[in-house]
């Protein structure tokens, strides 16, 4: 997605589709000053959306979206259920760390949304993103744990996911 | 039909009530974090799924909501804890047992 046309475009779908859900009709009213809001919306914040110009839009790009949304609630689900063990466990059994995970994504997108994924994942919480090193906060770090086992145990399967629709 | 949504509404509070616990239980204030953003975010969509059930036609109301929280809720915790490690709060560790940094 590089033209500043295609973003415009993206950016007034995402208005349309937020109106439409919060709005919750298909009058012609209604639609008619959603697109028109939308569109000043998407004209006013075009200059500072470019965020979202490492997106690949293509005929794959739904189906790595939808795949990498199950990934995540499926980690979200094994997360909480993660966390309660450890909380109701009366010896509390964590071993707490901070240690350092390397990314290839280039994106501020993507860095942004895998870490994000990595915040809600079993026992990991990002604490900072400084170029392709995140920073973050493990509440079970095994013993003697560098880098590259990090970056494998923790980002490794969501990078592939993010990678299917982000540079 | 009823019933599913009170269930549902019921694991989310349950949820949100372990992620209390958390807050009261963990040792440090990363620890803290990471059970009250998780257990709360998953709460608050099960909550809103169990409303969903009960109320079919707020669906699209719910799922805007439960799209902000999920958004919004991983970037406030990474926020507050960059800041500590910034203020220069050190993570409890195991071996300084009972000695905690904040």
Known sequence: MKSKFSQFFFILCCNLLLWFL????????ELVAGALVSSIVA?????RTSIFSAINISFQTPFALLLYLFEFYKTLVIANFD???RVITPSLPINPNI?????????????MLLANSITLTPGTLSVDVDGD????HWVDCPPDCDTQMATQLIAASFEKHIRGFLN | MNTLGYVVMLVGAT?????????LRMPDVYNRIQAGTKAVTLGSIA???????????W???LVVLGGFIQLTSPVGSSAIARALLRAGVKPWQKQSNGESGS
């Open chain 1, 133 to 136: 090193d995140i920073l973050v």
């Open chain 2, 47 to 57: 909550v809103l799924l169990g409303v969903g059930i009960l109320k079919p036609d």
């Open chain 1, 99 to 111: 240690i350092t995970v390397k990314t290839t994504l280039k994106s501020d997108l993507g860095k």
């Open chain 2, 59 to 61: 669906w699209p109301k």
């Open chain 1, 22 to 29: 919060l709005t919750g009709t298909l009058h012609s009213d």
């Open chain 2, 15 to 23: 949820f949100c009530f372990l992620g209390g616990l958390g807050i």
């Open chain 1, 83 to 85: 966390m309660a063990r």
């Open chain 1, 43 to 47: 004209f006013l914040t075009l200059e």
